[in-house]
């Protein structure tokens, strides 16, 4: 640690601030200890030059938060670390704090050796943040790091990933790398540090983003498997916003060499850029990866009891057919596109429609005790809802290789009230868009019950 370190307490309340610094005493003489209200934070800090900043936030005080924001936004201060003391605060408040950039925080009533131990941990963590900084400004200087953006240059590109993926296999660890780039609906006028920078918002601080190419780039994302690259991608997607998107491929890391990861996933990407908001999952060999280990078993309907024959009719929907079958474009599509298909919708089924399915099914249960409520996942997948005479149902079914027909259903006595069916691109239903699907349908349902 530093010769002399620098606490700064920041609260309108003064017999906090001074229980806190009677707190520190043990720490070592040299170090000092200084106090201020809120409002007079900034003027403190221009001077201070804290290494630690303990923010005190009260009955979710919005003063303390846009503080730390202000803070963080400094140059000279934003890598100090912060550590918030809570009182009162409600889970939002803390969430909105650590998003905002506090590295730890501490809840009354205040123990003497936790308060030390965390005030510690934070003095290690600057000198920590100071190395990197350092680090970094080096590596700027030698060209392997861009200045502007902060991200690996391209020059560099193959011995960084390389040397990732080396220490990957070495601890056994879990690993993916995805290789992105603007979709086609992605505007020219934009500077390709806003792409960046929506990448580097969707990731954690020990990922690694590099520079491949004009407009490519890759994400190595550390201790991640193929449902978290899922994740991130969607991140990445909602961050460009509605009027912008990326393409890309990703590769789970395994005993691959080098040169095989980069072939797989250059033609994922470009199988990917056929598409807007695409995500195709490399294929690294020729027999790529086993369809029944990747695809979840479909439900048989039949042996499922249900509360209503809404359920069977959304499913099977005989009348609707897909936009594509596998047989009809077997001369379109080979078997390794096929394949890559199956195993970026099997995905897609776990990270999106089961935890859409699922975050509505307990919210129904929760407040709805009279709902039925059946959702089923699968290359036909369903969410219905009875009660009395109304049910209704939102079904999703695979057509085998891009498409989904998204078929929703409200019935009455027996009745169609709402029939709707659209046949997408199932890469770019995400889980915003079913969920606002999900939730305007439920909506729909109840105002439907209400009136009868």
């Known amino acids: 640690m530093s010769d002399i370190n620098t606490v700064v307490i920041i609260s309108d309340r003064h017999e906090l601030v001074n229980r806190v610094a009677q707190k520190l005493v043990l720490l070592r003489d040299l170090d000092k200890v200084k106090s201020c209200s809120i409002e007079e934070a900034q003027n403190l800090l221009k001077n201070a030059n804290p290494n630690v900043l303990i923010i005190h936030c009260d009955n979710n005080d919005?003063?303390?938060?846009?503080?730390i924001k202000k803070i963080k936004k400094t140059e000279l201060l934003k890598s100090v670390p912060i550590l918030l003391i809570n009182e009162n605060c409600s889970r939002e408040v803390i969430i909105e704090a650590f998003d905002s950039g506090v590295s730890d925080v501490i809840f009354t009533p205040i123990i003497d050796y936790e308060l030390l131990i965390r005030v510690i941990w934070c003095l290690q963590k600057n000198e920590l943040n100071l190395n990197i900084e350092s680090n970094n400004s080096f590596l700027c200087k030698l060209g392997i790091i861009q200045g502007e953006t902060g991200v690996y240059s391209c020059k560099y590109c193959d011995e960084i990933i390389k040397n990732e993926i080396m220490q990957t296999k070495k601890y056994s660890q879990k690993a993916c790398l995805l290789l992105i780039s603007p979709d086609k609906k992605y505007?020219?006028?934009?500077?390709?540090?806003?792409?960046?920078?929506?990448?580097?918002?969707?990731?954690?601080?020990?990922d690694l983003i590099v520079v491949k190419d004009d407009n490519q780039y890759y994400v190595y994302l550390q201790k991640t498997k193929l449902n978290g690259a899922y994740s991130v991608f969607e991140r990445i997607n909602a961050n460009l916003g509605s009027d912008s998107g990326a393409n890309a491929g990703v590769i789970e890391i395994h005993n691959q060499s080098y040169k095989e990861i980069k072939e797989a996933l250059k033609r994922a990407l470009k199988k990917a850029n056929e598409n807007t908001n695409s995500l195709i999952v490399a294929n690294d060999s020729d027999e790529g990866f086993d369809d029944e280990e990747?695809?979840?078993?479909?439900?048989?309907?039949?042996?499922?009891?249900?509360?209503?024959?809404?359920?069977?009719?959304?499913?099977?929907?005989k009348e609707e057919k897909p936009k594509h079958t596998v047989d009809e474009a077997a001369g379109t599509y080979d078997k390794t596109s096929v394949r890559i298909f199956n195993q970026a919708f099997a995905r897609k089924l776990k990270v999106v429609i089961e935890p859409v399915f699922r975050k509505y099914e307990?919210?129904?249960?929760?407040?709805?005790?009279?709902?039925?409520?059946?959702?089923?996942?699968?290359?036909?997948?369903?969410?219905?809802?009875?009660?009395?005479?109304?049910?209704?149902?939102?079904?999703?079914?695979?057509?085998?290789?891009?498409?989904?027909?998204?078929?929703?259903?409200?019935?009455?006595?027996?009745?169609?009230?709402?029939?709707?069916?659209?046949?997408?691109?199932?890469?770019?239903?995400?889980?915003?868009?079913?969920?606002?699907?999900?939730?305007?349908?439920?909506?729909?349902?109840?105002?439907?019950?209400?009136r009868s």
Do not use: H, W
Not at 188 to 202: R, V
């Open 187 to 206: 505007p020219d006028k934009k500077n390709p540090t806003d792409f960046i920078t929506a990448i580097k918002n969707s990731v954690r601080l020990n």
């Open 294 to 317: 990747e695809t979840p078993k479909i439900q048989n309907i039949e042996n499922i009891e249900s509360t209503s024959d809404i359920i069977k009719e959304s499913i099977t929907a």
């Open 362 to 450: 307990n919210i129904l249960k929760l407040k709805r005790q009279d709902f039925a409520i059946n959702a089923y996942v699968g290359n036909k997948s369903a969410f219905c809802v009875s009660t009395n005479k109304i049910s209704m149902s939102l079904a999703i079914e695979y057509d085998g290789l891009q498409c989904v027909v998204i078929k929703i259903v409200i019935i009455e006595n027996n009745q169609k009230r709402l029939s709707e069916m659209e046949t997408i691109d199932f890469t770019i239903l995400d889980s915003r868009r079913l969920s606002l699907m999900l939730g305007e349908l439920i909506d729909k349902y109840i105002l439907m019950i209400k």
């Open 62 to 67: 919005t003063e303390a938060i846009e503080l």
